[in-house]
């Protein structure tokens, strides 16, 4: 399994962007998605996972209600939608994949997130 992230960039406070992640490879049909991030300095933090086949969700309380994980099964996309953005978001965003949630045997290469003030 590959993993590929995408969408990173710079962005001002308040903004948005997308990220996604296109899964290649035997994935299975029942496996969970995660997005992480890593700010310089900090310990990798788990920001959204979902269950591909139920589509359940979780997120981290710093990013509820800003952030949208969703998926695309046709094309085994994962996508990370961040709305309000906010310096404290900045970091690199990384996706994996796992038979659970604590289990993500595969990672993407990380996505640069840099928000400015």
């Known amino acids: 399994v590959q993993l590929q992230a995408s969408g990173g960039g710079l962005v001002q406070a308040g903004g948005s962007l997308r990220l996604a992640c296109a899964a290649s490879?035997?994935?299975?049909?029942?496996?969970?998605m995660a997005w992480f991030r890593q700010a310089p300095g900090k310990e990798r933090e788990r920001v959204a996972t979902v269950n591909w086949s139920s589509g359940s969700a979780y997120y981290a309380d710093s990013v509820k209600g800003r952030f949208t994980i969703s998926r695309d099964s046709d094309n085994k996309t994962l996508y990370l939608q961040m709305h309000s953005l906010e310096p404290e978001d900045t970091a690199v965003y990384y996706c994996?994949?796992?038979?659970?949630?604590?289990?993500?045997?595969?990672w993407g290469q990380g996505t640069l997130v840099t928000v400015s003030s």
């Open positions: 490879g035997r994935t299975g049909t029942s496996y969970v």
């Open positions: 994996a994949l796992g038979p659970t949630g604590r289990v993500l045997r595969y």
